[in-house]
């Protein structure tokens, strides 16, 4: 850590720079650069499991319009899904490579035609047969085997202690069955692409959250080299873990561009996404707790059952939320999985937290409740000194400031505790309370800085900006290293032609990104001060406002560069020993208010007030605004989402934004956000940590806590809906 950083760009609430290109229409999304490409439809499989047996395209291609319809018969040689890599987001997206169907809307063709109408309508004249094969769909717990990993890098088993001991010791214990159901992200800008190729060099433009994984997939799926791939994704209506990696949009963007010789576009639409794109699946969660009677917290054990997608690792972990949280004796969990003919499987925001937060936190409030004790108090006895899980030291700790802070700021302690206790009118009013713990991740990144003769600067990473302010607190970062004025600075992302990054994923990206460009500017200002006669520590002088300053020294920059050719440095990161001597989180605590109507059983939550302590804050404004989201998507995740399969065909049944429930305005209350600002210097050179999912944990558990406390009634089959209160 540094004393550079006084705050007179980072941290401040700078608006968005790319605010005014995006409210003008002028930033351009994947599907809407200005390139003269054919259309691309996609055909979705009818079924989970099986072969093609036969498919027929000749009335398709008959269709006014249509240029080309591909199928397995015909399309570019593409490798098999899952070949080339061990990552999920590096292995081969291969489409249409063979007749083998693995989930319900895999697409069998791509139909292609001038105009999207065209395609569309030529799309619906493609006939299929199939040799369907009984598929597995869904948790089955005899069927299951241990996960190979859980995300997050947690392993599949953990057993800290004797958990049957401390279990025995225990004189009140929960033992209690959570199913969470299949979601999905639903970023507002679905999965889109355009494609070209230039002999066998292809470009694509398209919409994804890691631009170097990318790449590295496009090679692996068409046998090129990555020399020969540039992926280019300067705007993006939301990821949330969906567009982590490539799928069918720029996979299929790119077979047709390569059979066709010229640009192809791929926008999936929504009800495609809803079965083809990437989702959280399913997940039946066991969980056990032990206390004493003085409300010592002895035994954990999580158990986690749910599904993968076929030849695509990744499974879910919701024991993440028990590793760091509390105090005990004894801490043990087991996560099994299944290969499954559903869709991708994926990282949806906040991987396991998400749902940790609302199954784990509900079963400490009922535990609390079995001892007898405030659910805030029984965390606060139960603060750890170290890290549960492990046994590691924490890089910091303020997860009980945060539950402090925001009790007095709710005014937890004057609340009516008994459940069911105070009503007004028709509407039972309840409180709940719960912690947020997320991971505090950092990957490798690297950055090029160019300031010019002019002294205009120019960053240079493929960091993306997902929607949540990279190009704002990238530009504060360079700001206030340089002594420049956010005017005087470009950042251009998202090109893989820039050096590489781990993108945007995890809450990782800012924290790794920011620190690439620190370190570059860092090894600018070292320039500067030699190329302005500064002998001393660059540490030492005072950049600011276009000048360097040091003692009664004062050198304007633009003396420096004027006679120059300009200057460039470049920066990376990688995590350090800290990241493995020391378990690093960011913390936080939600009080929430709910009102349930006696008669209709709807919920309406009333009130948040939410505290989070993520290191330095870049940007309070964006900071606030992605605390907001997770607070948004904590009511979706406790009240409001879930998709349904229908377990014959594998298809989903409500598969659009009118049928699958995301919380709306109008289920939003007043959420009073606020920040502790403790900059941690294990974490990074800039003292930041992972902002981005942290709010989203733990908020369902406060709101399904409050469900309790209002109706004296617990449901376990989330989300909590009306039918099931009823
Ligand atoms: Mo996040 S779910 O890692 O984009």
């Known amino acids: 850590m540094n004393d550079i950083i006084k705050g007179k760009w980072i941290g401040k609430p700078l608006d968005r720079v790319d605010g005014p290109l995006k409210v003008s229409g002028a930033a351009t999304y994947a599907a809407e650069h200005d390139i003269d490409a054919a259309i691309g439809f996609i055909v979705e499989a009818t079924i989970a499991k099986g072969t093609i047996a036969s498919i027929e395209t000749a009335n398709a291609e008959a269709a006014k319009g249509v240029i080309a319809v591909l199928t397995h018969e015909n399309a570019p040689k593409m490798a098999p899904w899952g070949d ?33 109408e065209q395609a569309r309508h030529a799309a619906s004249l493609v006939a299929v047969t199939y040799d369907e094969q009984a598929p597995a769909l869904g948790v089955d717990r005899a069927d299951s085997e241990l996960a190979e990993g859980l995300d997050g890098g947690f392993e599949p088993t953990n057993r800290r202690g004797d958990f049957d001991q401390a279990w025995a010791e225990s004189d ?63 705007y993006i209506g939301g990821g949330f873990g969906s567009k982590l990696g490539q799928h069918y949009d720029t ?176 509407k039972l009013i309840g409180y709940g309370m719960a912690s947020a713990i997320r991971g505090n991740m950092m990957q490798e990144g690297s950055c090029r800085i160019d300031l010019s003769a002019g002294g205009h600067l120019t960053v240079k990473m493929d960091m993306t900006d997902i929607g949540t ?51 570059a500017c860092i090894a600018l200002r070292e320039k500067l001060a030699t190329a302005g006669g500064f002998n001393i520590d660059p540490d030492e002088i005072d950049f600011d406002e276009g000048t360097m300053q040091a003692g009664d020294r004062t050198v304007a920059l633009a003396d420096v560069l004027k006679d120059s050719d300009g200057f460039s440095a470049e920066g990376s990161i990688k995590p350090g020993e800290e990241h493995e001597d020391y378990v690093q989180n960011s913390y936080g605590a939600h009080f929430c208010e709910v009102a349930v109507d006696m008669d209709s059983c709807e919920i309406e939550v009333r ?20 605390c907001l989201g997770g607070l948004v998507w904590g009511i979706g995740g406790a009240i409001r989402e879930e998709l349904w399969m229908d377990e014959r065909t594998g298809g989903y049944v409500n598969r659009d934004l009118a049928e699958y429930h995301v919380a709306v305005n109008r289920d939003v209350p007043k959420c009073d956000i606020i920040f502790l600002e403790n900059p941690d210097p294990k974490s990074n050179p800039i003292g930041t940590k992972g902002i981005g999912e942290l709010a989203l944990c733990g908020a369902g558990g406060a709101i399904v806590n409050a469900i309790y406390n209002a109706t004296g009634k617990r449901v376990y089959d989330l989300p909590v809906t009306l039918d099931k209160l009823l």
Request: glycine share 10%.
């Open 469 to 519: 302010g990279t190009y704002t607190i990238l530009t504060q970062i360079a700001a206030e290293a340089l002594g420049l004025h956010p005017d005087d600075i470009t950042v251009d992302l998202a090109d893989s032609d820039n050096p590489a990054t781990a993108g945007s994923g995890g809450s990782f990206g800012a924290g790794t990104s920011g620190s690439a460009l620190w370190n």
């Open 84 to 116: 080339g890599a061990d990552d999920r987001f590096e292995q081969s997206h291969g489409v249409l490579v063979d007749g083998t169907i693995r989930h319900y809307g895999q697409p069998v063709a791509l139909v292609i035609a001038e105009t999207l």
């Open 607 to 626: 009130r948040f007030v939410s505290v989070f302590s993520a290191g330095r804050i870049l940007n309070r404004k964006t900071a606030h605004s992605q």
């Open 251 to 426: 996979i299929l963007a790119a077979a047709g561009a390569k059979k066709l010789n010229r640009p192809v576009k791929v926008v999936q639409t929504r009800r495609n996404l809803f079965h083809a794109g990437p989702h959280r699946a399913r997940i039946e969660q066991r969980i056990r707790l032990g206390a004493t009677r003085d409300g010592t917290l002895k035994a954990v054990n999580f158990e986690t059952w749910s599904t993968q997608a076929i030849g695509y690792f990744y499974t879910e972990g919701p024991m993440a939320s028990a590793a760091s949280a509390y105090r005990c004796d004894a801490l043990h969990w087991t996560g099994k999985t299944r290969q499954a003919n559903e869709t991708l499987n994926d990282s949806m925001r906040a991987p396991g937290e998400a749902l940790g937060g609302v199954t784990f936190e509900a079963a400490i409030d009922e535990l609390a409740e079995k001892v007898g004790m405030d659910p805030l108090e029984f965390r606060l006895k139960n603060e750890p000194t170290e890290d549960p899980a492990s046994g590691k030291p924490f890089a910091t700790r303020d997860l009980v400031e945060c539950m402090k802070r925001g009790a007095d700021e709710f005014g937890w302690t004057d609340r009516p505790k008994e459940p069911r206790s105070r009503r007004e009118g028709r």
């Open 172 to 234: 009140l214990t929960v033992d209690l069955n959570y199913t969470t159901p299949h979601m999905i992200p639903a970023a507002m800008e679905p999965h889109s692409a355009i494609a070209e190729w230039d002999g066998e060099r292809l470009t694509v433009r398209n919409s994804l959250q890691v631009i170097a994984s990318g790449v590295a997939c496009l090679a692996n799926t068409f046998g090129i080299d990555e020399e020969n791939i540039r992926v280019l994704s300067p």
